[in-house]
C-alpha cells in the first residue's frame, strides 16, 4: 500500500463514485449500539480516495428535518451486522456521545483521524497488519 496518498477521506454524495449494488448503500440505515439502543441514522460514508474503501460512518442524530442534528465519526471496524433496516456497532451510545467533536470542514486527512480511531480503540488503516473488516460477514 502507498501511504503517501492514502487517506483523504471524502463523502460519498460528494464524489463521482457509487455503491457497487445499491443493496449495500447503509446510508439512511438506523444505527444501534450493542444494547440495541438507537445512535441515529448514516447520513453519508466516508471514502478513502486513493484506496475506494469506506473508513467511516457518518452518523446523524437529533435535531429536526436536519436542523440542529448532531453528527459523529464511526469507524467502520465498530460494524458487528449490518441488516436491510440497520447498522449495529460493538460500541455503547454513552461512548459515542463522548467521541470527539466532528466538524468536516476541519477533518479530511489521513492524521485527522487518529483521535477517533484512538477514541474507539482501533487502530490505523495505513498501520502494519490492518486487515479491513469483511463485510458483510461481520463478526
Known sequence: ???SNT???LKLS???ETVANPQDD???RDVKDRNG???GKVKDLLVDQSEKRVRFLEVASGGFLGIGQDTSLIPVDAITAITDEEVRIDQTRDHVAGAPAYDPAL???RDDYVGYLDYYGYGPWWGAGYRYPGYPYYP
Do not use: A, C, F, H
Request: no cysteine; proline share 0%; net charge negative.
Open 37 to 39: 439502543e438507537d445512535l
Open 7 to 9: 487517506g483523504t477521506l
Open 26 to 28: 447503509i446510508r439512511d
Open 14 to 16: 460528494e464524489i463521482d
Open 1 to 3: 500500500m502507498n501511504t
Open 107 to 109: 477533518v479530511r486527512e
